[in-house]
DNA sequence: GATCGTCTCCCCCGCGCGGGGGAGGTCCGG
DNA sequence: CCGGACCTCCCCCGCGCGGGGGAGACGATC
């Protein structure tokens, strides 16, 4: 079965843009669309999306009460993938407090669209690319990171992942991760790459530097 | 001309093991030893060694009061290497915050024992290694991880190092940093190169644990 | 009993990374 | 005037990392 998205943007410019590069993809359908956040709701319960792309800022009811509205409401509700224009938008952090997956930027490369609304489908958080960072930056200085910490909380990292994890975020190599954990270096391959998907994560890095910024591992 | 090394521990089979492993690579000379603290002063002022390897614990005055002593009365003083047994010794940590620059373990391999010596003596810190990990793990709990940061500020990174560096903890590759600093990806490599180096990290990933640990760049 | 999630391990493959050198330029201070 | 620090770019090389698959074992859940 496809993956099902239903969007949510005032403008129908953003909407046939999105519904254009969705639809392309063959696992991925687009199945209703709404102009404001007041409809959400109703169109939540009726269609069953696996992934809400929201934009933050709209009359009537913002994203950031329609998500909550949605998880509030809707048992087992869809994914929310929070649409916006600004990197620095105050709004989005608002809706990732809120309980939003992860959040796109309008002028992403369609792949980059694609592929959020596939990693937020499978559970992932969106939690590092460079648009979150810039959030990351620009909130940062607020404790312990709200935003960031929700995002990796509800990355559901299992735990064994958790685990490699605070390996990693210790400069542990693969192969020292391996010894420590006694498992082979395939497994933890495994167990990264899982991680990295999980968290939106290009590289180790990214992902040491998502657990810093969400407190996952405190350096003080 | 050489490297030269004072070795200040209380047993002398440390000395003689120090000495050994030392006096063997042609560019290192220990030039003195000494047994205690107190007599740590009157020798760095007739050898003026490079580097003082010095033990923490020790009788009559121990490596925290000899590194506070050398540091208060020397001009331009030594770089200082405090050598202990404990990976958790919290008088490593108050060496480390009086003004040592890095440290080491006494069980380390004899090429690890040289390159914290050749390291410390080139300005480097030994923020990083393992047994230096352990130690932020254990006194983390503490604000602002003074000693960390200590090690880092006197790591004296170049100001170029620094924005690489800063970019590094925003999880750009070294060529995202090239085409953010507008030069050319062997430059970049450069730069990185000498981060490593001077913080003792092994890969990029370290190095931005480093500049998190010691408040270089804020999480939060 | 069947299914799902988790943990484990395996294959192949490409590329980025980091180490080892070196070298030219500027600018500053002795 | 001549170092020395710094920034810049270049070479070669090996390996770790990460992506793409797949697969077997186990326990829980349905």
Do not use: C, W
């Amino acid at each position: 079965m496809p993956l099902t998205v239903l969007l949510v943007d005032d403008e129908p410019l953003v909407r046939a843009g999105l519904r254009a590069i969705l639809d392309a993809q063959p696992d991925i359908e687009v199945v209703g669309e709404a102009a404001d956040g007041a409809a959400v709701i109703p169109l939540v319960r009726r269609l069953r999306p696996d992934v809400v792309a929201m934009d933050v800022r709209m009359p009537l009811l913002d994203g950031i009460e329609a998500t909550r509205a949605v998880l509030r409401t809707v048992p087992e509700p869809p994914r929310i993938l929070v649409v916006t224009t600004f990197e620095n938008d105050e709004y989005v952090y608002e809706a990732l407090r809120a309980g939003a997956d992860g959040f796109l930027l309008k002028r992403a490369r369609p792949e980059e669209i694609v592929h959020a609304v596939r990693l937020v489908a499978e559970g992932g958080s969106l939690l590092f690319p460079a648009s979150v960072r810039r959030l990351v930056d620009t909130y940062g200085a607020e404790r312990g990171n709200p935003a960031a910490r929700a995002a990796l909380e509800r990355a559901r990292l299992t735990e064994r992942e958790a685990e490699v994890l605070r390996l990693m975020a210790r400069g542990l190599s693969n192969a020292e991760i391996a010894a420590r954990l006694v498992v082979g270096a395939e497994t933890v391959k495994s167990h990264v790459s899982a991680v990295l998907a999980k968290l939106g994560a290009r590289d180790r890095t990214q992902a040491v530097i998502a657990a810093y910024e969400s407190g996952f591992v405190a350096p003080e």
